[in-house]
């Protein structure tokens, strides 16, 4: 057996500290995978009170002085698009030492810069954690669904807006209802805006989209929309159509670039993300004809992310240290996104209309005029004079398109709240 | 970049001929991400009439001339448990040559004494192709679901049993109609043995055991069950109590060793196995406090086949040549069987009775003798003097006691038909 391979954990928090635990107490076993012993031989955390709860050779305080230790790779778990995170893995692999991270924002905003430096001097920068939590997604796209190229990847990639969603569908209950009672259980963050409005789904999109597709990282390259606008009505509609609404983050390869983007979609019921319940990710990722592949797995949490840091620590041991995005980081092109609005697809469409005479006829008529085709609707009860639901399926039609018919239907006196728009995902 | 890979394909089949034609097709892309040049340098095959269709090097008819070529690896796609293929794998490693190969036979019931030899030399002996075509379940179980251990694969590993039971479901057409279909259209062997008889999900199961649990591969150590004897009936009455019936691969710790069993079980509706449906198949892997993961693809065929060998390939290019099973393969350990009949589950049973008074009295008596508890039952029309249906669900029973039960019942004059029982699976 090889020499032991000498692992520093930057961030005793939730991960770091289960990525301590597996190490510590599978260590054997791990140790036999790896060819060579797995020896945590420093832990890094501001946070002394923990030093009782993860013994270890060095507990340092201050990440500079990680720079000092002799290691083979740093685990970085610190978190942070900017600061100190990338200091420390720039600093790390100047260093000469390989580096495991959790980190999506960094890895979306920085990934590309890091990889070439990593890559310069025979590196691992890895990164499997930081996507869908223990689903070995980056490692399967990077490795194995690679003979025929991939042509789209859509996915389920944050538990709290899935939770979030799947509550409100079960329930009832309002977006805001089933939020509160997210956070009470520990579901969602005390602010939750990076979740429900998307941004978290952009980090892990904007890293999928590189590994599938070979470019680099760009989360300006990415649309963005949240859920919070979601209603128990639209929720209840999808079904009565046969779908359920998702987050998904959508990279898809079209004609006129890539279309990229994080956005409620109806999803098909059958198909295997709408069964993607609760806190769980799934993700599909079409491949020519080699066929869609699908994964699911738990996204979050202490294990399953601590699960897929081990295997990329594993891996390292190894000799495992490939291109972080599955070619040389040199390689990477710049994503070219399709045009906003060019995406296509039939829309789900709901108004808040006064029931008054006409007004039907004036929003399929400025449908109409933008060549939006309706293929069914419903209107549900009569309430002469006050706000009632219209509720459309369109046929295939363009982003843009029906934006345009919306802002001149928003316009409407008759038109008592701003539509809502969410379109519907072929698969 | 490095010297080129030189690549030998045996055996230009449907997988050898979609290796060869991908590894052409996409050479760039492919070399990029292996990091050297991609280099098919001779082909084997005994059907020189192909010649035009693969133009390449050198073109050999026989396998021992493959010895005298200077290649880096060799890609078996010859088939065959014995003979001709595990003997060109021997003398591959033994020349010190990589090989990648598709033969789940060979690799079921050779695996671990091949794994010895390639590891003694620090090759690699890679298998993705041999299990659930181009999903990457191999290298997932290998690779990344490792932290915690594993404590259970279940899979649908065969499209053609899937495919057969799926139409019987969407039909109501008898087994022996549907296989006629299958084979009329190409998703049946002439010889359908292996497939419905459960043979080729055996050689698979047997291969995911050993990279799951750290085995040998032990086809010996196996219950194997096929789905001739399923009814359309069956599939009704499973469906009317929320299930559906699909031939499974199971391999589950338990404290008296691996319940190691192929099987047609009854799958509860919302699962993730109970929707894969057709040709494709699907793996549930419990990895402790990770949670369930799910994969789901297409399970055979010449690309998703070829994407998995193609996947081994660059592996092998860019130096990762680990284990074949994951660990050390002097380290695997022979598998413990749990002792035949022990696993326990609640069972669906289907009595064909006369319909004379007594008979269900007969019945539950036999059940109840060997404490085989009843939790629902239909018996649907009547026909007084003939043969009826009782179909039972059982609460949580061992295979051994309902076997044993079921044989006494057997012999009753009243009933017309051997007993059929399935066990429904939790997940």
């Given at each position: 057996?090889?020499?032991?391979?000498?692992?520093?954990i930057?961030?005793?928090g939730t991960?770091g500290?289960?990525?301590f635990k597996?190490?510590?107490a599978?260590?054997?076993?791990?140790?036999?995978?790896?060819?060579?012993?797995?020896?945590i031989?420093a832990?890094?955390?501001?946070d002394?009170t923990?030093r009782?709860?993860?013994?270890?050779?060095?507990?340092l305080?201050?990440?500079?002085d990680l720079?000092?230790?002799d290691?083979?790779v740093?685990?970085e778990?610190?978190?942070?698009?900017?600061g100190?995170?990338?200091?420390?893995?720039?600093?790390?692999?100047?260093?000469g030492?390989?580096?495991?991270?959790?980190?999506k924002?960094?890895m979306?905003?920085?990934?590309?810069r890091?990889?070439?430096?990593?890559?310069?001097?025979?590196?691992?920068?890895?990164f499997?954690a930081?996507?869908?939590?223990g689903?070995?997604?980056v490692k399967?796209?990077?490795?194995s669904?690679i003979?025929?190229?991939?042509?789209?990847?859509r996915?389920?990639?944050?538990?709290t807006c899935?939770?979030?969603l799947?509550?409100?569908?079960?329930t009832g209950?309002?977006?805001?209802?089933?939020?509160k009672?997210?956070q009470?259980l520990?579901?969602?963050?005390?602010?939750p805006?990076l979740d429900?409005?998307?941004?978290d789904?952009?980090?892990?999109l904007?890293l999928?989209t590189?590994?599938?597709?070979?470019?680099?990282?760009?989360?300006?390259a990415?649309?963005?929309q949240?859920?919070a606008?979601?209603?128990?009505?639209d929720?209840?509609f999808?079904?009565?159509?046969g779908?359920?609404?998702?987050l998904l983050?959508?990279?898809?390869?079209?004609?006129?670039g890539?279309?990229?983007?994080?956005?409620?979609?109806?999803v098909r019921?059958?198909?295997?993300?709408?069964?993607?319940?609760g806190?769980?990710?799934?993700i599909?990722?079409d491949?020519?004809?080699?066929g869609?592949?699908?994964?699911?797995g738990?996204?979050?949490?202490?294990?399953?992310?601590a699960n897929?840091?081990?295997a990329d620590i594993v891996?390292?041991?190894?000799?495992?240290?490939?291109p972080?995005?599955?070619?040389p980081?040199t390689s990477l092109?710049?994503?070219?996104?399709?045009?906003?609005?060019?995406?296509s697809?039939?829309f789900?469409?709901?108004?808040?209309?006064?029931d008054?005479p006409?007004?039907?006829?004036?929003?399929?008529g400025?449908?109409?005029k933008?060549r939006?085709?309706i293929?069914?609707?419903?209107q549900?009860?009569?309430?002469?004079?006050?706000?009632?639901?219209?509720v459309?399926?369109?046929?295939?039609t363009?982003?843009?398109?029906?934006e345009?018919?919306?802002?001149?239907?928003a316009?409407s006196?008759?038109?008592?709240?701003p539509?809502?728009?969410i379109?519907?995902e072929?698969?």
């Open positions: 057996m090889s020499a032991s391979l000498k692992i520093a930057a961030g005793l991960v500290g289960g990525v597996a190490l510590k599978r260590n054997d076993a791990l140790s036999l995978r790896a060819g060579r012993r797995l020896e031989v832990v890094c955390d501001r002394e923990k009782a709860s993860f013994p270890t050779g060095k507990w305080t201050d990440l500079q720079a000092a230790i290691v083979d740093i685990v778990l610190i978190g942070g698009e900017n100190a995170a990338p200091a420390l893995v720039e600093a790390t692999l100047k260093a030492k390989h580096v495991v991270t959790a980190n924002a960094m979306a905003r920085h990934g590309a890091l990889a070439v430096l990593a890559e310069e001097k025979g590196l691992a920068l890895r499997e930081a996507v869908a939590g689903i070995p997604i399967s796209l990077r490795e669904l003979a025929y190229g991939i042509t789209a990847v996915g389920i990639l944050n538990g899935n939770y979030i799947t509550q409100m569908e079960a209950r309002s977006f805001d209802d089933v939020l009672d997210a009470r520990g579901y969602a963050e005390a602010d805006a429900i409005g998307g941004g789904t952009a980090h892990k904007a999928l590189a590994v599938a597709f070979g470019v680099k990282p760009d989360l300006d990415l649309s963005v949240g859920i606008h979601i209603t128990p009505e929720i209840s999808a079904r009565e159509f779908y359920r609404i998702k983050g959508i990279a898809k390869m079209t004609a006129q890539i279309d990229h983007r994080v956005q409620p979609a109806m019921v059958g198909t295997p993300l709408a069964d993607v319940d806190v769980f990710n799934g599909v990722a491949a020519r004809e080699a869609p592949y699908f994964f699911e738990r996204g979050a949490g202490e294990c399953p992310t897929a840091v081990i891996d390292i041991a190894l000799g495992n240290v490939g972080a995005f599955g070619i980081a092109v710049t994503l070219s996104p399709s045009p906003s609005g060019s995406a697809s039939p789900y469409l709901r108004f808040q209309v006064l008054v006409g007004v039907l006829a004036e929003i399929a400025h449908l109409a933008w939006v085709s293929e069914s609707m419903i549900r009860g009569r309430a002469p004079g006050e706000a009632v639901s219209i459309m399926i369109t046929h295939e363009s982003h843009a398109a029906v345009n018919a919306l802002k001149t239907i316009a006196d008759k038109v008592v709240a539509p809502c728009m379109p519907m072929a698969k």
